[in-house]
């Protein structure tokens, strides 16, 4: 077994100290890595850490020979696990290790595919099978497949698949809202930075298609709707497969959104078990722009209302919008909302934050406030930039005066 670098050592611990993990797992998930053209040494122990966050699984790595090793000595105990995630692109694995590897899918065995995993055994038809779409196939293993508009596309043009423009941020599209994984999100979200993968084509047997995003042409892209989040089925196996997820040094956007973390973990779920338990978060992005989570955490209430305080009026209402749907979840009953109404009093009396922060702020407190704010509202009515909104706020809560 090889060691990880001192960053990724590093990383795990700290992400460990933040850790929302419970114990008691009820899941075994091992994450097969050591071969990949991205940094697996620093995305391996994030993406552990991510899905023990969940409290359903433990999880346990097994890092691969280097890249031109006896692949004979690489033997994982498939058997042993509910789910393998992926997170492997490199050589082939022995005959014996891919016979195995069969047998556990054929048997209700879960898979993941992450990002570049998608890249890999292009010579293995089941592989190939499995993960629906990937790179380095061609026509004769199957067909390209995008969305034009509302509609699937199924292309038999010939040529070589895979592919990427710049690095970007955009829109992921949900085009399966009641699927377990994808249940509860939003019909439109904005990812972090991340290659938006392109042109990929496969068997697409026992294939759909949750989510897809539009690839720019002025970005390098094909100007088409191209999968992003992909299930299939292989026997009684269960397939999700992400295109997202390329690591930085640090990580970075396209793992750090709250996007990428919560459909890994739902997507991981549903591979072991056929269902979801977990809610969807507040911090989950829509489009109204991305969710970067900070050491991976799910944002907290007062995570949204120092974004909101900083808020600047060109860049998106996305923690706003968070803070609304906190208020109408939880503010169930005067007292509750009396706790946010505390919050965003601190805020409005908070030297350091945006007069574009505290519009947003005042227009809250217009409908849900009570007695409690009217006297730090009145104050901002000397504030020339935040006269008009302090008003209509004070005669929505006074409208008898």
């Known amino acids: 077994m090889k060691k990880y670098s001192f960053l990724a050592i590093a990383c795990v611990i700290m992400l460990a100290l933040f850790s929302a993990c419970k114990s008691g797992a009820d899941h075994r998930a091992l994450i097969i890595t050591g071969q990949n053209n991205h940094n697996w040494k620093v995305t391996t122990p994030i993406f552990k850490v991510l899905l023990e966050q969940t409290g359903i699984f433990s999880v346990d790595v097994a890092v691969s020979p280097d890249k031109g090793g006896d692949m004979n000595k690489?033997?994982?105990?498939?058997?042993?696990?509910?789910?393998?995630?992926?997170?492997?692109?490199?050589?082939?694995?022995?005959?014996?290790?891919?016979?195995?590897?069969?047998?556990?899918?054929?048997?209700?065995?879960?898979?993941?595919?992450?990002?570049?995993?998608?890249?890999?055994?292009?010579?293995?038809?089941?592989?190939?099978?499995?993960?629906?779409?990937?790179?380095?196939?061609?026509?004769?293993?199957?067909?390209?497949?995008?969305f034009k508009g509302d509609k699937m596309v199924i292309d038999t043009t010939a040529g070589p698949s895979g592919g990427h423009g710049e690095r970007q941020e955009f829109t992921v599209r949900t085009r399966n809202t009641q699927h377990p994984i994808t249940k509860g999100l939003p019909p439109r979200w904005m990812h972090g930075k991340d290659e938006l993968y392109s042109k990929l084509r496969g068997p697409a047997k026992n294939m759909e298609i949750l989510a897809t995003a539009f690839a720019p042409p002025g970005k390098g892209g094909t100007g088409r709707d191209e999968p992003i989040l992909i299930v299939t089925n292989y026997g009684k196996g269960r397939i999700f497969h992400t295109v997202l997820g390329h690591g930085?040094?640090?990580?970075?956007?396209?793992?750090?959104?709250?996007?990428?973390?919560?459909?890994?973990?739902?997507?991981?779920?549903?591979?072991?078990?056929?269902?979801?338990?977990?809610?969807?978060?507040?911090?989950?992005?829509?489009?109204?722009?991305?969710?970067?989570r900070v050491n991976y955490q799910e944002m907290t209430l007062e995570d949204?209302?120092?974004?909101?305080?900083?808020?600047?009026?060109?860049?998106?209402?996305?923690?706003?919008?968070?803070?609304?749907s906190r208020i109408r979840a939880e503010g169930t009953t005067p007292e509750k909302r009396q706790q946010f109404e505390h919050f965003m009093i601190e805020l409005l009396e908070n030297k350091a934050a945006t007069d574009e922060g505290k519009k947003l702020i005042l227009r809250e407190l217009s409908w849900m406030g009570s007695d409690l704010s009217i006297p730090v509202i009145t104050k901002l009515l000397q504030n020339p930039a935040l006269k008009d909104d302090a008003k209509f706020a004070l005669a929505r809560l006074q409208p008898t005066k």
């Open 74 to 146: 690489f033997t994982p105990k498939f058997s042993n696990y509910e789910v393998i995630v992926l997170n492997y692109s490199g050589d082939s694995w022995s005959e014996k290790t891919k016979s195995e590897f069969i047998e556990f899918v054929k048997n209700g065995g879960g898979v993941v595919v992450v990002h570049a995993a998608d890249n890999s055994f292009p010579d293995w038809p089941a592989y190939s099978e499995m993960i629906g779409l990937g790179w380095g196939r061609t026509e004769k293993d199957g067909p390209f497949v995008y």
């Open 248 to 292: 930085d040094v640090d990580g970075g956007p396209a793992i750090q959104c709250a996007g990428f973390i919560v459909t890994l973990q739902r997507g991981t779920e549903w591979a072991a078990t056929g269902q979801v338990t977990q809610k969807v978060p507040y911090d989950f992005p829509t489009a109204a722009g991305t969710s970067l």
């Open 304 to 324: 949204d209302l120092i974004k909101i305080g900083g808020y600047d009026i060109t860049k998106s209402t996305k923690y706003f919008v968070d803070l609304q």
